[in-house]
């Protein structure tokens, strides 16, 4: 089993900054590919594939949004700038490999003035 851990969250100004840490466990983390999503709206984020050789962004966050990888520490990041109120929202990463699938407690983010 894979589990995974997010952080970072916490209240943005607009225009401001978070940088978010999903850290997993239990299972060989270089072999899943991982994407941060938005709970209620099920919209993913970002993806990035198992090296970090390959990512895409939502339309919404194109030019603000940042996903890596460092898999020598298990973890993903999604670094947040220019932040806008329609981006607060439950944040959750997900671990995909084939048929096998996990997802973490999720980090909430809130933007407002």
């Known amino acids: 089993q894979l589990q995974l851990v997010e952080s970072g969250g916490g209240l943005a100004q607009p225009g401001g900054s978070l940088r978010l840490s999903c850290v997993a466990s239990g299972s060989t983390f270089s072999s899943y590919d991982m994407r941060w999503y938005r709970r209620q709206s099920r919209l993913v984020v970002t993806y990035i594939n198992t090296d970090g050789t390959s990512t895409h962004y939502a339309d919404s966050v194109k030019g603000r949004f940042t996903i890596s990888r460092d898999n020598a520490k298990n973890t993903v990041y999604l670094q947040m700038n220019s932040l806008q109120p329609e981006d607060t929202a439950m944040y959750y990463c997900?671990?995909?490999?084939?048929?096998?699938?996990?997802w973490g407690q999720g980090t909430q983010v809130t933007v407002s003035s």
């Open positions: 997900e671990a995909d490999r084939g048929s096998m699938n996990y």
